[in-house]
């Protein structure tokens, strides 16, 4: 454990998503995890039943401290509510030169409750996304940011060389929403290159996006590609999906323990 990696997003109580479920990736994965939050929200498996935006002056001390003391060796950024919250951490990342950054734009829970507003869509693509190794929406986060209706493979890649256009060097769009097999698509500006893997039914699904994209941030920390990255992502979390938690009312988290 010798690799250092930061996840920049909020806090779910029940465990299920956000830096909660990075952390456990990130101790899964063998890289240290540390974290800004920047969000608290109130939610159990059912809902989330408020957002509490942090303040950006304690979203910036709480990066300072990590970053004056602790070497990063890549990032996670997932939930930013506020348009100042998404330019604050654009330019703390730009300032202090971190590199190998994941950005999961988080515009909707699993549970249904919206994020997002138009600003916060605007940022990520102008001021987010140019910053990003790697992006990871998936099919309903990438027809809003592409302007056009994913609904399969096809769909998956032209939306790909659409957001490729906004300047992260590599796309990924996950399909774990298609109905047929779980796929995803790797756009890295030159090719496009197709994973594909048999759906796991299981609602307890919770903090899924959260966690492949830390995954690929832990890979990116120890100068992996991709190509490695992602088919291992793909098979752990269908482990950990097999062997979810049902804890609560609604819908579980994933087991990061496989």
Known sequence: MNKNVLTIAGFDPSGCAGVAADLKTFLAWDVYGVAVITTITAQNTQLVSAVYPVLPGAIQAQFESIVSDIEIHAVKIGLLTESTILELVVSLCTQSRLTNIVVDPVLRSTTGFDFANPAIVAGYKERLFPIADIITPNI??????????????????????????????????????????????????????????????????????????????????????????????????????AHSYKIGKGKGPLNHKV
């Open 140 to 241: 309903e986060e990438a027809s809003v940011f592409s302007g056009m209706e994913v609904k399969d493979v096809v769909s998956m890649k032209e939306a790909a060389i659409r957001l490729h256009k906004y300047g992260p060097k590599n796309v990924v769009i996950t399909g774990g929403h298609l109905e047929t097999d779980a796929v995803d698509v790797w756009y890295d500006g030159a090719r496009h290159e197709i994973f594909s893997a048999p759906r796991v039914i299981n609602t307890n699904s919770r903090g899924l996006g959260c966690t492949l994209s830390s995954i690929l941030a832990a890979h990116l920390a120890r100068n992996l590609s991709l190509s490695v990255a992602i088919p291992a992502a793909k098979d752990y979390i269908a482990r950990a999906m």
